[in-house]
């Protein structure tokens, strides 16, 4: 089946320093993938979403400055959070759409700790 | 607006079946779908309904009335393993990107000896 790969699958750094997530498709094209944010004991967030070739589109409240995102080709997209604060920690996740179907294919997720 | 409602917390016995019910309202409503997610880990797709009806996979079953904007999803003889946080998702056509969901807050299953 189709396979979502996110990479690292958890992260330390120190206030201030930038941390870049990678999402890949495995074995499909995505032309675009899905960032969200989770909290402890909350829903998914959506972040923004990942267009192949073109500006990444952001949700509203979402520091598309802070939060940069690239999707260079059809089977990655990074997430890179710049200048992170103790309030950017938390679990981030991707998503991909393969084709034409419907269902999405999520990332392991990465737990990032901002110290 | 979009909104999606389902009950925050459940408590069900091993070998028991439980309904966890979504509500939704969407405009362009494209399609429903649930999630499993276990702690600490990304969602696993469960099922997906487009059309009115039941969709029947194994112990899990879920259920789709778009005349009433609800869903169901049913797990049959409980496992301590189905323990997690089930997530209802809609799709909106009109929510900008025809594959963008919205989501529940999910309900937090506690499957208990």
């Known amino acids: 089946g189709a396979v979502v790969s996110q990479h690292p699958s958890w992260v330390i750094c120190k206030s201030g320093t930038s941390v870049k997530i990678e999402c890949r498709s495995l074995d499909f094209q995505a032309t675009t993938m899905f960032w969200y944010r989770q909290f402890p004991k909350q829903s998914l967030m959506l972040m923004a979403t990942s267009n192949e070739g073109s500006k990444a589109t952001y949700e509203q409240g979402v520091e598309k400055d802070k939060f940069l995102i690239n999707h260079a080709s059809l089977t990655l997209s990074t997430l890179t959070v710049t200048s992170a604060h103790p309030e950017d920690s938390s679990f981030y996740i991707c998503s991909a759409h393969r084709g034409s179907g419907p269902g999405a294919f999520f990332g392991q997720g990465t737990r990032l700790t901002v110290v | 607006g979009q909104n999606i409602d389902q009950p925050t917390e459940m408590t069900a016995t091993e070998g028991a079946i439980v309904q966890i019910n979504c509500t939704y309202q969407t405009s362009g409503f494209n399609g429903l779908f649930w999630y499993q997610q276990h702690a600490g880990e990304a969602p696993t797709f469960l099922s997906y309904n487009v059309l009115d009806g039941l969709e029947e996979k194994g112990r899990f079953s879920s259920f789709l009335s778009r005349s009433k904007g609800y869903s169901y999803l049913l797990l049959k003889e409980l496992q301590m393993k189905d323990s997690a946080s089930y997530l209802c998702?809609?799709?909106?056509?009109?929510?900008?990107?025809?594959?963008?969901?919205?989501w529940g807050l999910g309900t937090s299953l506690a499957v208990n000896p």
């Open positions: 998702a809609v799709r909106d056509r009109n929510a900008g990107n025809n594959r963008k969901l919205i």
